[in-house]
């Protein structure tokens, strides 16, 4: 059997990915599981990191992770950088382990005005940069905390959350909007909302009485919704640089769809496999 | 013992007030239950409102509701009265009652474009006019639901529903902007979510951020994105019109002060009382 030459590890909220590379920087093991940050106390981390690659090595050997592992709650706090910087690949914090594994954490980014943070995008970010290092534009990664990332000279020059799906579970299954919702698509319904996403808090409302005034609208209720947040979501995008949307490709093609009727040109990058290469470029210059 | 004239009702979502009138219009009998709407079938509010004014009659007796009973899946359907209209005392809808109770109960109000409803409301803002008769202006009533109002001729113009106070209760109660949140009001916090209100709903993730970068303003959560929110509702509120608030003191108080900011004047009105003389307007209405 190959014993693996490093760890690379995405230590999320609610789960974790782990990868055994060989020195060529193939992937020789892979192991997941669902013990993420949100279930974990500090001393745990070690114990359930060592039952996922037990068996991957014999000797000391570097683990590089990212991830909710690195936040004030995690394993071991990886304080942000702050923008301007590169996404990934400095001030790792290592952390204490009692066995052979010699583990560093990478920080997470921030930024001062207006106030924002994230965890683990930051890679995902540095793993597109690998292999296109020229790129200059913006970088979106859609979902329950899209982030919006301006990039130039292989740095995050700036960036924001919008809580866009987040807001669309709380509103779609717990609010007084939810009533009469079909899960059903409808893209007339979605281009509705769309339509009056410039205004979509003062619109909310609508989703419901729309449904109530003519009952034949209610079951398009979800996706006027949908299309009430992306579309806030979407205002003022800056349509004169190039838009790369990483992520899940139906939440992308969605998002592109919206983008090419808001005057944007998009690119839909897969985010699986980012994650790995942006470790192995932050590993990279680590050893470097 | 005196025997009531008539029974005025107000039927909610979660209560039921009921009073018993004199023929002089004084308030002989009163009763209250958690017996709303979203708690009975419809074959169950009779029996709810005979248990509630049992001995107050011997004779036919003329009862009149305002409320959810109203509501498609409430009591019975009085369908919405489209404005611009007079805020209550039209197309009341009779129920067949087994006993002595004659019962009718008012509609609410809808609007076609933008669409929008209200049920209960109405009846608070036909009180009021019924002190002033001459108001024109801007009636709101800040809630769950906050209703904008338009008034002139005694007429409702049109309206809006923001849902600012259910969005409020499910960010601060269930999402991620929870943590880290105290119960303590901050004005200083408040006036800084004030200022980002223009953007609100791409700033929301700031609340989070705000206090991860600086923890020392995260006890300040609460009240900041109650400025985000309070303040993104009274965008473009019209300034040249005289604006009456219509609710519990505490919060007409905040909205008044942010009006202010904005240029607006207001006055505040109890509404405690509002919705039993709109029941008593109505009523005179109906028999006139």
Redesign the interface.
């Known amino acids: 059997m190959s014993q693996v030459a490093w760890i690379a590890a995405d230590w999320g909220t609610s789960n974790l990915r782990v990868w055994g590379l060989g020195a060529n920087g193939k992937v020789i093991e892979t192991a997941r599981s669902d013990q993420g940050m949100g279930k974990l106390t500090p001393d745990q981390y070690e114990g359930v990191l060592n039952g996922l690659v037990a068996g991957w090595t014999d000797g000391p050997t570097d683990v590089l992770i990212c991830g909710m592992a690195g936040a ?1 709650q995690g394993w071991k706090e990886a304080p ?1 950088l702050s923008v301007p910087c590169a996404p990934a690949g400095a001030d790792a914090v290592s952390v204490q382990t009692s066995g052979a594994l010699n583990v560093r954490i990478l920080p997470g980014l ?1 930024q ?1 005005d ?4 994230m965890r683990g995008e930051e890679t995902q970010i540095a793993g597109f940069l690998a292999s296109r290092p020229d790129f200059a534009g913006t970088i979106c990664l859609p979902g329950t ?1 899209s982030k919006w990332v301006q990039i130039a000279d292989g740095q995050v020059r700036s960036f ?4 866009t799906g ?2 669309f579970n ?2 779609s299954e ?3 909007l939810r009533h009469g919702m079909s899960d059903d698509w409808d893209d007339g319904a979605f281009t509705d909302g769309l339509k ?1 996403s410039h205004d ?7 989703v ?3 449904g ?3 009952p034949s609208k209610a079951a398009g209720a979800r996706s006027y919704l949908s299309g009430l ?1 992306i579309g ?2 979407l ?1 003022g995008v800056d349509t004169a640089v190039p838009v790369v949307l990483i992520g899940d490709g139906k939440l992308s093609a969605l998002y592109a769809t919206v983008l090419e009727q808001f005057g944007a040109t998009s690119e839909i990058v897969d985010g699986e496999g980012l994650v790995l290469e942006g470790l192995k470029a932050a590993y990279a210059e680590l050893k470097g």
Chains 1, 2 share one sequence.
């Open positions: 004030k942000y921030c001062i207006p106030p924002d943070v905390h924001r959350t919008k809580m987040e807001l709380l509103l717990q609010s007084v009056q979509a808090l003062n619109a909310l409302f609508t419901r009485s729309t109530l005034l003519d947040l806030a979501e205002q």
